[in-house]
């Protein structure tokens, strides 16, 4: 009988101590053939700044970039946002939970200041903040918004909406009426149409009045002539559909438009769905999102080299999934991922900065300093600042 508990003891001991990840989601990514290893970007020194396209990968950790980059460009090559040659890392915790959700980590970023989980554009107290789009708009600047989710989602509602929770879209869309950014682009059909709206009030045609181009499609976009743009390409988030935009075309267009303005422009782009193939711990899902968003990184780094006048930064407001490179395969042809959740983590996110005083985001910095930060670098005010409600 001894010899019995002896046995069971020692079994259970080494089942204890195998890996635990071989009880996670686990898949194979395709290697690529490396390519070789180009040089970073130089430093701008010396220069004003008159533009800031600020890149929002949602979920992207440094896990999610380097899947994208081994299945893109092999070991040795480098996506287009590692080729930044300032680099940081940011802490993402919220007011009330040390795992943040896109809201809070958003408003961080927008009014520079801690909130609650689910928060749009309010303080802990729910009172709104001013921020740095509105500040922009203030100074006689241009601004846009880009996403691949819907348009009103928890990012691009934290830049120029003020409501107690991320759930309220129809009235995050109705308060974009008013918000005076020029350029808005991404999905959400519904919550801007009277059949799908539960007031039935017909934005899409209040936002037609008001001189909105609206855009429908990658036709309308690549047709489209006015200064102010509202595109709405699919009823909620993009679905990568024939007739849809990538994001990077929706960047150049963006830029294109808020270019005119000599005073200079704020745009903000988000690849929403890095995060969604978090969330489903896809990394399929994932490295097609990185590819997508690292292309209108590409066009933002393109834009600033000729410009001169431009800094690009690129963060994550969140790492989802705790995505882990894992093992490479025998044949070293694939590498196995893993996955620790189906939610958000509280790992620190990377920073990539290019342009003119991007040496301001080196280090470690709380996700409420590049907020403040990038407001001060163009000059358009301090935050944060309280509104009275």
Known sequence: MKRLFLLVFILSISTACQDSSDNNPTENISVAESEATPELLPLVEGKTIKNI???IGDGTGIAQLTSGQYATVGSDG???????PVTGIVKTHSSD????????????????????????????????????????????????LVSTSSITHATPASFAAHVESRSMEDEIAAQFLNSGVEVLLGGGVEYFSSE????SRDLISEFSDKGYQVLLNADDLNNSTSDKLLGLFASDGLER???????AAMTSKALEILNKNEKGFFLMVEGSQIDWGGHGNSADYVINE?????????????FAQEDGETLVVVTADHETGGMTLQRQTADGDSLEIYWTTGYHTGTPVPLMAYGPNATEFMGWRDNTYVGKK???LLQ???????LEN
Do not use: W
């Open 53 to 55: 396209i600020f890149l």
């Open 78 to 84: 480098l996506l287009h946002v590692q080729t930044m």
């Open 97 to 144: 939970n040390l795992i943040t959700d896109s809201a809070s980590g958003a408003t961080a970023y927008s009014c520079g200041l801690k909130t609650y989980n689910g928060a749009i554009g309010v303080n802990p107290d729910k009172t709104p903040c001013k921020t740095i789009l509105e500040l922009a708009e203030e100074k006689g600047l241009s601004t846009g």
């Open 196 to 199: 799908d709206r539960s007031d």
């Open 241 to 247: 559909a024939e007739g849809e935009p990538s994001t």
């Open 290 to 302: 990185v590819q997508d968003f690292d292309a209108a990184v590409k066009a933002a780094l393109d």
């Open 374 to 376: 990038l407001a001060e």
């Open 380 to 386: 358009v005010g301090n935050l944060p600042i309280l």
